[in-house]
């Protein structure tokens, strides 16, 4: 590689889904604010930083490594997820030397061991834990907490008493001109630009890497309400066209508190609102309240149903009574705001019996919505184990061979979507022809 014409920094990239270029990919992204905050860190510490959102620009490994090769960066940095884990290794094992790469992302805390054992000329940097000011420390050569190293590889953390944790997220700047796909066009015609409030689960759900359990050393922080609502307030003047505000928290709507604080935070801007919510956030809410949330511009909310069948919601820690589920969206809907509902088929040992509860759920609810002048619709998607989440260990402790992540071809074939369908395999008691058809028919009560 020629360092000759090295005026790069640090290249950081939204690692892709797929190896090849999709044909026909016109699918909208979300834009990858968790690197976006560590480049504006980059760029206010005086480092030359590029942000390549390879999901959003369709770009295939090929094109990312000849873009590596020509502009040289000092260092390259990628998320790495369960999906695309042999996608960033064969990028890390196909430069040889010339670069230094950084490796981050939510699932580095269970991936370390393996990335260390990759075939790289290349030093590599994994950083366990949140990413926002240690990249900037790397890059700087500032002092690390270097938990492990062996040959070219070093494993950093981020733990709460580390001078880069984000205690305080507040008031981390964000640079919105990284993103190429902001504010995003919605298919129902509305521009909507997406934030993030706070950081961290407290719920548990056995299928998600973000659950509680698994994250113990790290708070659930949030922003305070007058933060947000400076930053709503600043996306009003930047984009004039922005109609709604998408909030990224893995679960914003989280209790009768977070519920105030996002009438609070919305309540004087001049933009519709959605974000992901649990279902237990309703309950305790009078109808009153809910027509308080709908006024402050909450549009839609999404919510992680998962299974119509009370076995497989408590084998996956989810509410298991699924009339309340039922009574609680109904109530939702009554109060004028749509739902979109995300359900998994395929979980380990789930029958059809299982399977048909959860479609006969997803048309009650699209009838109810129908009958309360509201939106249902669902976003469905093949059960898949993600490393570390207790799944994942259940099933490796049983012996259960765990496929390496493909592209669901067939099912992107029916449905569209792709970058939602992969699987590692059909861990159900139903054949792949039956998996498939529950998914496609409880997708399809969207037409
Ligand atoms: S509520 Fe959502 S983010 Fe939280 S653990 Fe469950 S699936 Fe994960």
């Known amino acids: 590689?020629?360092?000759?014409?090295?005026?790069?920094?640090?290249?950081?990239?939204?690692?892709?889904?797929?190896?090849?270029?999709?044909?026909?990919?016109?699918?909208?992204?979300?834009?990858?604010?968790?690197?976006?905050?560590?480049?504006?860190?980059?760029?206010?510490?005086?480092?030359?930083?590029?942000?390549?959102?390879?999901?959003?620009?369709?770009?295939?490994?090929?094109?990312?490594?000849?873009?590596?090769?020509?502009?040289?960066?000092?260092?390259?940095?990628?998320?790495?997820?369960?999906?695309?884990?042999?996608?960033?290794?064969?990028?890390?094992?196909s430069i040889n030397g010339g670069v230094r790469f950084i490796i981050g992302g939510l699932a580095t805390k269970n991936l370390y061991r393996t990335i260390m054992r990759w075939n790289t000329s290349c030093p590599v940097d994994i950083v366990i834990g949140e990413g926002d000011f240690v990249v900037s420390a790397i890059v700087q050569k500032n002092p690390l907490d270097i938990i492990s190293q062996d040959g070219n590889k070093r494993v950093i953390t981020v733990s709460m008493s580390s001078p880069y944790f984000p205690q305080n997220i507040s008031n981390i700047p964000l640079d919105r001109s990284f993103f190429v796909n902001q504010p995003l066009r919605h298919v129902s015609g509305f521009n909507e630009v997406s934030i993030v409030t706070s950081r961290g689960?407290?719920?548990?759900?056995?299928?998600?890497?973000?659950?509680?359990?698994?994250?113990?050393?790290?708070?659930?922080?949030?922003?305070?309400?007058?933060?947000?609502?400076?930053?709503?307030?600043?996306?009003?003047?930047?984009?004039?066209?922005?109609?709604?505000?998408?909030?990224?928290?893995?679960?914003?709507?989280?209790?009768?508190?977070?519920?105030?604080?996002?009438?609070?935070?919305?309540?004087?801007?001049?933009?519709t609102w959605r974000a992901m919510a649990h279902v237990l956030s309703f309950y305790k809410l009078s109808d009153a309240h809910l027509l308080k949330l709908k006024r402050s511009g909450c549009k839609e909310v999404f919510i992680?149903?998962?299974?119509?069948?009370?076995?497989?919601?408590?084998?996956?820690?989810?509410?298991?009574?699924?009339?309340?589920?039922?009574?609680?969206?109904?109530?939702?809907?009554?109060?004028?705001?749509?739902?979109?509902?995300?359900?998994?088929?395929?979980?380990?040992?789930?029958?059809?019996?299982?399977?048909?509860?959860s479609y006969d759920l997803a048309v009650w609810l699209k009838e109810a919505s129908i009958k309360n002048g509201a939106n249902f619709r669902t976003s469905v998607f093949q059960f898949r184990p993600y490393h570390g989440t207790k799944l994942y260990r259940d099933m490796i402790l049983k012996g259960r061979i765990i496929d390496e992540v493909v592209h669901h071809k067939e099912l992107s074939a029916e449905i569209g979507r792709k970058q939602f369908?992969?699987?590692?395999?059909?861990?159900?008691?139903?054949?792949?022809?039956?998996?498939r058809e529950f998914i496609i028919k409880t997708n399809g009560i969207n037409r």
Not at 319 to 347: E, H, M, N, P, Q
Not at 421 to 435: I, K, M, P, Q, R
């Open 201 to 271: 689960c407290m719920y548990n759900c056995a299928f998600c890497s973000a659950a509680r359990s698994l994250n113990k050393e790290t708070p659930v922080r949030e922003r305070n309400a007058k933060s947000v609502a400076n930053e709503v307030a600043m996306i009003c003047e930047i984009y004039q066209n922005v109609d709604s505000v998408r909030v990224l928290d893995d679960l914003f709507l989280r209790n009768t508190q977070s519920i105030e604080r996002a009438v609070r935070m919305f309540e004087h801007v001049p933009v």
């Open 304 to 357: 992680g149903i998962e299974s119509g069948s009370s076995r497989i919601l408590r084998m996956i820690h989810k509410t298991s009574d699924v009339d309340l589920v039922k009574r609680t969206i109904k109530r939702l809907f009554r109060a004028g705001i749509d739902v979109k509902g995300y359900f998994i088929f395929g979980f380990e040992g789930e029958t059809v019996e299982d399977m048909q509860m």
């Open 1 to 93: 590689m020629n360092k000759e014409k090295r005026s790069l920094d640090i290249l950081i990239i939204n690692s892709p889904l797929f190896r090849d270029k999709v044909d026909g990919y016109d699918e909208d992204s979300l834009p990858p604010l968790g690197l976006g905050y560590i480049a504006t860190n980059l760029l206010n510490n005086g480092m030359t930083v590029e942000l390549l959102d390879a999901v959003e620009e369709n770009v295939p490994i090929g094109t990312l490594l000849a873009i590596i090769r020509q502009k040289c960066p000092r260092y390259v940095a990628l998320n790495i997820f369960t999906t695309n884990l042999h996608l960033v290794r064969e990028i890390v094992e």
């Open 421 to 435: 369908n992969f699987t590692s395999g059909n861990f159900s008691e139903v054949s792949d022809e039956n998996l």
